[in-house]
């Protein structure tokens, strides 16, 4: 089980361990929902070092990249983020990730953790120029609240102030050029670092020298970014579900080449068979992963992500259902053995109240 550079900081803040995605990971502190309120109305610092790295070199008529990616990188300017799918032949999802445009003939894209070695193969499939994984040597802290400019301001200066939506930068902490990004999944203002790992442990000790920050883990991590109706690789998106099923064809640019675009035109051709809906209880009975969607006693589809809402005081959850039952404001039950909640199909995000683009 692999360890990121703050585990003894975790471990001596008495937080509850557990395997995640091949880590052990900091789950929660004090508890998931007062992590989960403190974000939501202060900030709160994620360890998310277990994400992967990728830096590619060389410019976009070069590399290959905006075929193996399917946002549209053309148009991308230095400084610029982009949220996007890695997609095999078929569509699936190999991996959801974020590309940012670090020069003409550099770019960085960070990936998910677990699926981290598959991605490296496929990118050295596709990638035509050098490729170079600094997952292990860089660290990556998340700051997330409405406060957390303000923190950041005290560390960084007026300059991050700067910084748009969807936008990095560097600045200068513990005496390296520091790549912050604003960018995030709580729904709320939020900030991701990366500094080389050996200054991990300083960066954090940094951030949380100001009272009004507080260490938060990986579940209140996914109640955040549940109420804002992100999917999470591995349970909402796969390699068996395509962006049209995942009802995230707005990240895909059908305008160039990538690697799956025959599938998906194809699937736009006939129709999809299912799509991923969002999910509102009637109690705040929580759904969970792999708990069955009726419709009237028929089975219509499945939860692939489900929590109770601390925001929203309510269960809420995201799923697979058959194309014919996705309307919004459907009536439908969850079930699972004796455990049966009403749910009704919504729009995302659950949680309207950030301040994401504050």
């Not at 360890?47 to 399917?70: A, P, Q, R, S, W």
């Not at 550099?106 to 120029?129: C, F, G, S």
């Not at 200068?172 to 604003?182: A, D, F, K, Q, T």
């Not at 260490?215 to 390699?239: F, V």
Request: hydrophobic content about 35%; proline content about 3%; some cysteine.
């Amino acid at each position: 089980m692999k360890k990121t550079p703050l585990f003894e900081i975790h471990q001596r803040l008495k937080a509850k361990m557990e395997p995640f995605a091949g880590w052990l990971m900091p789950i929660q502190y004090e508890s998931i929902i007062s992590e989960h309120h403190w974000t939501r109305n202060y900030c709160s610092l994620f360890d998310t070092c277990h994400m992967g790295e990728f830096i590619i070199y060389g410019h976009l008529k070069e590399n290959n990249l905006n075929k193996v990616i399917t946002a549209d990188l053309e148009s991308m300017e230095i400084g610029k983020c982009s949220y996007g799918f890695m997609l095999n032949e078929k569509g699936g999802i190999i991996d959801d990730l974020i590309v940012y445009k670090l020069a003409e003939d550099k770019w960085m894209l960070v990936v998910n953790a677990e699926p981290l070695n598959k991605d490296e193969i496929h990118l050295k499939n596709y990638i035509k120029t050098e490729i170079e994984n600094i997952s292990f040597k860089t660290a990556k802290l998340d700051l997330q609240g409405p406060l957390s400019r303000e923190i950041l301001k005290n560390i960084v200066g007026q300059d991050i102030d700067k910084l748009k939506y969807y936008h990095f930068d560097y600045f200068p902490i513990l005496g390296e050029n520091v790549l912050i990004s604003r960018t995030g999944y709580t729904g709320e203002l939020g900030y991701e670092l990366y500094i080389n790992s050996d200054k991990a442990v300083d960066l954090w000790h940094l951030l949380l020298s100001n009272k009004r920050v507080k260490p938060a883990g990986l579940g209140a991590r996914d109640t955040l970014r549940l109420e804002m109706g992100y999917p999470l690789y591995g349970q909402d998106i796969t390699e068996k579900t395509t962006p049209l099923e995942a009802d995230l064809e707005r990240f895909v640019n059908f305008e160039k080449e990538f690697i799956g675009k025959t599938a998906l035109l194809r699937q736009k051709e006939i129709g999809i068979k299912k799509k991923l809906v969002c999910l509102i209880a009637s109690s705040r009975r929580a759904p969970r992963h792999g708990y069955k969607i009726y419709l009237n006693n028929k089975e219509i589809g499945f939860i692939t992500s489900g929590t109770f809402s601390p925001s929203l005081a309510c269960g809420i959850g995201m799923g697979y259902v058959e194309i014919d039952y996705c309307e919004l404001g459907m009536k439908v039950f969850i079930k699972e053995d004796k455990i049966e909640i009403e749910a009704t199909i919504t729009k995302r995000p659950f949680y309207k109240e950030g301040s994401l683009r504050r």
